[in-house]
């Protein structure tokens, strides 16, 4: 296979077959439609455990039985199952995670096979999938990972870190799916949506808080710091934190100098996400931003979910960290662009 043809990087073995005809145990070539300058943009574990294309041939015989069999997929995480919607893909889902709640009408009516980190393997496999879609950025998912493998499931498993990740698994599930048009549309809005703010270098510096006790913030490995350079500020934890989030001391809050912080609590309802109890916390006083009183909240839907909404994470930064409050999230989002 010519190495322009391989999927992004790794690719695990193992899986069953696609709609009972897909050859597992080989790697995935790219799909037609991807742009070959998007299909090795980083070293992110993107794992396919199927055979589904093999070249145009295989391709259009993929797309046939697809269409003959209608693709059944099970999505465990949100990010996931808001690529599909951005795909337009909505009605190939059998199954969903019980956190995944957008787009709500697609969603309705839909088997729950549990917490991202507690999925029912047998619930899943009764679903009869012909594709699980499930993602590394949920800590502790590779455990769900393996028990699904065990069940010789068709998986593909997202890792992304950063804006740049998202766009490509849109072109790649897109291409995968036969609906590289909507992939190609949906990864060229969000990268129009994550195009850096030339003000970001000298704009206020943010903090953004995964959970409060102990305080995890987003480092360096997060796709957050794309989203807070779109929105014209700087990620207060860069230098600290290398890797994508950890917990973090008072005195490392301190000496990050955050201007602003930014509350995205993970798997909390917004609801309950108060930034008067950050304002209240015992030696908190002297960090800037609880200083100043600029704290605010923003749904971990637009920040915490690596998919499309990410677009809306940008305005609701803009505004918390430029303006001086989290505006009210807007709920109309444009129809993704049909499949061809």
């Known amino acids: 296979m010519k190495a322009e043809e391989k999927a992004p990087v790794d690719t695990i073995l193992a899986g069953g077959p696609l709609c009972g005809r897909g050859a597992a145990g080989r790697r995935q070539p790219r799909p037609r439609g991807q742009d070959p300058a998007h299909a090795h943009e980083s070293d992110a574990l993107y794992a396919i455990i199927t055979q589904v294309t093999k070249g145009a041939t295989g391709r259009r015989a993929a797309i046939a039985r697809r269409r003959r069999c209608h693709l059944r997929i099970v999505s465990l995480t949100c990010s996931n199952t808001e ?18 709640d957008f787009p709500p009408a697609a969603l309705a009516g839909l088997p729950r096979v549990g917490k991202d980190l507690d999925v029912d393997a047998d619930a899943v496999a009764a679903l009869r999938p012909d594709l699980v879609l499930g993602s590394l950025t949920v800590p502790g998912h590779e455990k769900v990972i393996a028990r699904l493998a065990e069940k010789r499931l068709n998986l593909l498993v997202t890792a992304p870190t950063s804006g740049a990740h998202v766009a490509r698994d849109l072109r790649w599930l897109g291409g995968l799916l036969g609906r590289a048009a909507a992939g190609e549309a949906a990864a060229q809005a969000l990268e129009a949506a994550l195009r850096p703010d030339p003000a970001a270098a000298s704009g206020p ?28 500020c700087q990620n207060a934890a860069l230098d600290a934190i290398p890797e994508s989030s950890r917990a973090v001391s008072l005195d490392e809050v301190m000496a990050m100098g955050a201007e602003v ?27 800037p931003a609880v200083r100043d ?20 994470g940008v305005r609701l930064l803009r505004a918390l960290a430029h303006g001086g409050r ?13 499949s061809t």
């Open 83 to 100: 690529l599909l919607w951005a795909l337009g893909a909505t009605d190939l889902l059998v199954g969903v995670d019980n956190h995944s």
């Open 205 to 232: 510096r943010v903090l953004i808080e995964w959970w409060p006790r102990p305080c995890i913030a987003a480092g360096a490995q997060s796709w957050v710091n794309e989203v807070l350079a779109a929105a014209g």
């Open 261 to 287: 912080l930014a509350l995205s609590w993970c798997g909390v309802p917004d609801h309950k996400v108060n930034p008067a109890k950050v304002l209240g916390r015992a030696g908190w006083a002297a960090v």
């Open 293 to 312: 009183g600029r704290v605010g909240a923003i749904s971990e839907a637009f920040l915490g979910r690596p998919g499309p909404r990410l677009a809306e």
């Open 326 to 338: 989290a505006p009210t999230s807007g709920t109309d989002f444009p129809d993704p662009i049909p």
